[in-house]
């Protein structure tokens, strides 16, 4: 009777499945990224109409009145924020155990405290708890209730001090607007970089006083990007912005004829080709340009990064490209900056790989001395489709679908680089394909989530399966903030 012992058996091996102690994550709730440690405690608790949020400490309270107002538009409670323990108590207590980032979060009946050593810790914090009530928390208008959430106990921190996204409004222009919305979602996932690639062969995304003709009518201003950088920083995100050189440089090349070797202005450019542009090296008014531009937009920039760029300039000489890169890292530590950028650049204090093709480059940046984030375009650029059939986007370092941009690990993905040399990781949004919020949303979730969680998760945390049961539960927090997202099928959507 093989069958009937073949039945027998795949109902053993089924319970065994189901019935095995489980997994840390898989007892909790679908907390992305998963804490470095969780445990379930007894009981539960529920917000009630009468709940107040208690911060003793004057840098909590702007914290405090940003979940104050994300929990009164959902619950239509009046949660006032008053200066002693409460229902929800937040708590700086300076003590720098956990790190500038970590947190404690502890639920139980009597109610919930979330503990830091800093502010950023506790917004860090915030972001668990908005994870932990249910997923209508997120809706922008009064729902029922009730607002319970189940006992636990919780303690985190990341294991990298650099988790990014990147975006490309230099393909396509984004408004301040977009930008902010874009960064509202990913700081959900704790999120702390925002790599702005402002300048490409398409188009000079900011304004530059000492240069007037670079930016076109879809640019920034200055006080846009203040705005920006403003935003940011209230969620505790730095902001990296980049100005592509000496290639992808188009768009200045056309406004400023004499930047050109030639002396001749190129004609401005719509298309998708990459490596055709560059600065001319030789001459030295494009380092009174580069020091001019450099000088403005570090002085709008609090972060301590610059990024020069340096990716793909296959229209400038080698030696000339070394030569260009020697003055852009005296210019950028000049004005007080740190010099990042793509992983060509190989020297400078940052270096981001991101061809998978190119591990040497990564791994000779480590050589000089820098540090490296991790973009790695087959598992990290969200501009990838995920499938043949994706709407939008490339596929040049092949498709991937939510599995693949999880399923990598920063520490081995380059051979030769390991934890010590890694700042972080990144996931850049390229913009060739995509010109609306709701096309950039499809492209990022449910991916930005994962690099997110590679970032900050300990790696022993993490697996596929578990990630995937946890990711389910975010499709109906981002349906109650309208998010566009692909509804892959290797997720088990609830
Ligand atoms: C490569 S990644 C580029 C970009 C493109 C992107 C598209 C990098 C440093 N350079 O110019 O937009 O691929 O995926």
Redesign the pocket.
């Known amino acids: 009777m093989p069958h009937r012992r073949l039945a027998a058996l795949m109902t053993a091996s089924a319970l065994a499945t189901s019935c095995a102690p489980s997994s840390p994550e898989s007892a909790g709730p679908a907390l992305v990224p998963v804490p470095a440690s969780l445990r379930v405690t007894e009981g539960s608790f529920t917000l009630a109409s009468d709940a107040r949020i208690g911060v003793r400490s004057a840098e909590g309270a702007p914290v405090a009145e940003e979940l104050a107002r994300l929990l009164r538009r959902s619950t239509g409670y009046a949660l006032p924020v008053v200066r002693e323990p409460a229902e929800i108590t937040l708590e700086v207590s300076g003590d720098q155990e956990l790190g500038r980032e970590g947190y404690t979060l502890d639920v139980t009946p009597g109610g919930v405290r979330l503990a830091a050593g800093t502010a950023e810790g506790v917004f860090r914090g915030v972001q668990t708890l908005r994870q932990l009530l249910p997923a209508a928390i997120e809706s922008p208008a009064p729902q029922p209730g009730p607002w319970t959430i189940g006992g636990v106990s919780i303690q985190d921190r990341p294991r990298f001090s650099y988790r990014g996204v990147m975006l ?1 409004v230099a ?1 396509h222009f984004f408004t301040v607007e977009q930008v902010k919305r874009y960064i509202d979602l990913a700081a959900s996932y704790k999120v702390n970089v925002l790599h702005l690639h402002l300048t ?1 062969d398409q188009g000079w995304r900011i304004e530059i006083r000492s240069w007037p003709e670079l930016a076109g009518d879809d640019s920034y201003t200055q006080d846009d990007y203040r705005e920006i950088v403003r935003y940011a920083a209230e969620r505790f995100v730095t902001v990296v912005p980049e100005i592509d050189t000496p290639g ?1 440089t188009n768009a200045a090349l056309a406004a400023y004829a004499e930047l050109n070797c030639d002396g001749v202005a190129r004609e401005p450019y719509e298309g998708t080709e ?1 490596g055709f542009s560059s600065l001319c090296v030789d001459k030295e008014v494009t380092y009174r340009f580069l020091d001019d531009v450099v000088r403005e937009v570090a002085a709008l920039t609090p972060g301590p990064y610059l990024n020069l760029g340096g ?2 300039a296959h229209s400038t000489d080698p030696e000339d490209y070394e030569k260009f890169v020697a003055r852009a890292q005296q210019i950028v530590d000049t004005h007080g900056k740190r010099l990042m950028g ?1 992983a060509e650049i190989t020297s400078g204090s940052v270096a981001q790989h ?2 998978p093709r190119e591990p040497d480059r990564a791994r000779a940046a480590v050589a000089r001395g820098a540090k490296l984030v991790m973009s790695p ?1 087959d598992h990290a ?1 969200l ?2 489709k995920y499938t043949d059939s994706t709407e939008y986007g ?1 596929d ?2 092949g498709l991937v679908e939510v599995s693949d941009s999880y399923e990598w690990d920063p520490a081995t993905v380059v051979e030769g680089v390991g934890e010590q040399d890694i700042l972080g990781v990144e996931a ?1 949004l ?1 913009t ?1 394909t995509l010109a609306t919020s709701g096309a950039l949303e499809f492209m990022a979730y449910p991916r930005l989530p994962g690099i997110a969680e590679i970032g900050w998760s300990p790696a022993a945390a993490r697996s596929w399966e578990g990630y995937r049961a946890r990711l389910a539960a975010h499709g109906p927090r981002w349906s109650a903030r309208s998010v566009t997202f692909y509804r892959s099928p290797e997720i088990p959507w609830n």
Request: aromatic share 24%.
């Open positions: 490309d393909r490409d992808h990459v990716d793909e793509w991101w061809n375009a650029y501009d990838m490339l040049w370092a850049p390229w060739e």
